[in-house]
């Protein structure tokens, strides 16, 4: 793993309080995120504000939910014990662990970056002069794992 990492933010740690751990994980994300005034390559990085839930942004619950709607999002507990790695891994973008591309999805040009170390996949959404934490998540799956590699390959051009 690599040292620039955080730990885990454990539910175990808040002695099974979700709304306590909530709370943590929130703090954490805007630790990282909100007011930090980050840029990638050169372009601001923003958050997706709307539709604000529990008074919390969009962007915070696509880095810890999963779901094809955003009425239909739950929380993954492998995502919230995650929070503190995507700004990590702005942070240390440089570190070649990282395989880093873009590619179009859904019309949309997003810029993935996968961690196959810790099996972690972390996605902007590129939008010309800012881009936005679009997601993150674990990918232990060995075949989606080389998938991703195949992605990087082919966008690397080898």
Not at 17 to 28: F, R, T
Not at 29 to 52: C, E, M, Q, S, Y
Not at 97 to 117: A, M, P, Q, T
Request: net charge neutral; aromatic share 12%.
């Amino acid at each position: 793993m690599p040292l620039w990492l955080p730990e885990l933010t454990l539910l175990e740690s808040f002695a099974g309080n979700w709304d306590g751990y909530l709370e943590a994980v929130y703090k954490i994300f805007k630790g990282g995120f909100v007011g930090a005034n980050l840029t990638f390559d050169g372009k601001r990085i923003g958050l997706k504000r709307h539709p604000v839930e529990k008074g919390k942004e969009a962007t915070f619950w696509h880095l810890i939910s999963e779901g094809k709607t955003e009425a239909d999002r739950v929380p993954d507990m492998r995502r919230c014990e995650r929070i503190g790695w995507p700004r990590a891994i702005l942070d240390n973008r440089e570190d070649d662990c990282l395989r880093i591309w873009s590619e179009v999805v859904k019309g949309d040009n997003r810029i993935h970056i996968f961690c196959e170390e810790v099996e972690y996949l972390f996605v902007l959404a590129d939008r010309g002069t800012y881009v936005l934490p679009w997601t993150a998540y674990p990918v232990p799956q060995p075949h989606r794992q080389r998938k991703l590699i195949a992605r990087w390959e082919a966008a690397m051009g080898l």
